[in-house]
């Protein structure tokens, strides 16, 4: 990631597990909800770290794309 890259962090839950390992999650975005798509990051998957519908999650979204992201932490 570049450092004129801004990445912006959310907290969200799970609220649906899709093929290819995509997830819908709900993030709560100033008072508002919002159903997002997000994928989980490389090392995540190198450590196998297993996401199930229900867990609260840490979000990475792109400032030029609020629909998508990348799940970066498990709480």
Known sequence: MKDTQKKIKVRGKISE?????????????????????A?????MRMHYIKLIEGDEV????SPYDLTKG???YRF
Do not use: A
């Open 58 to 61: 840490e979000v990475e979204l």
């Open 70 to 72: 990348r799940i970066t």
């Open 17 to 37: 597990v899709l093929p290819g390992t995509k997830f819908k999650v709900v993030i709560d975005m100033q008072g508002t909800e919002h159903t997002i798509f």
């Open 39 to 43: 994928y989980i990051s490389g090392r």
